[in-house]
């Protein structure tokens, strides 16, 4: 698909974020080190409802863009939300899980991004 395409769904996927208030808001480009995608894009809600809310407009919106998610995983227990599309993986953790799991340390090798510059 291209790496163009991939920053494409990563700017839907974080506005989709932002428009449901998700906390500190990380994209870490691992095209240089894994195979799994081109970016991991980390993100926080306050409780079980806000998780699933994220969750909901990220697959939405993604969706409405022609790129529906090939998995969903952690949607009911919402303290880990994975939405997996393929080029982009969507983490969305309540606070404990992602301290506890601390995928940004976990995947130091790759390229943290500033939002600000998608």
Not at 5 to 16: D, R, V
Not at 35 to 53: E, K, P, T
Not at 91 to 96: C, S, T, V
């Amino acid at each position: 698909m291209g790496k163009n395409n991939s920053i494409e769904m990563t700017k839907i996927a974080i506005a989709a974020l932002e428009d449901k208030k998700a906390e500190d808001i990380r994209v870490i480009d691992i095209s240089e080190v894994s195979v799994l995608a081109d970016y991991f894009i980390i993100a926080g809600g306050s409780n079980r409802s806000q998780i699933q809310a994220l969750s909901d407009n990220v697959e939405e919106k993604l969706g409405r863009a022609g790129m529906p998610a090939k998995q969903i995983e952690g949607y009911d227990t919402a303290n880990w939300i994975l939405l997996d599309f393929g080029d982009i993986i969507v983490h969305i953790f309540d606070k404990e899980n992602r301290l506890l799991y601390d995928l940004e340390r976990i995947w130091r090798d790759g390229k943290q991004i500033p939002v600000e510059e998608l």
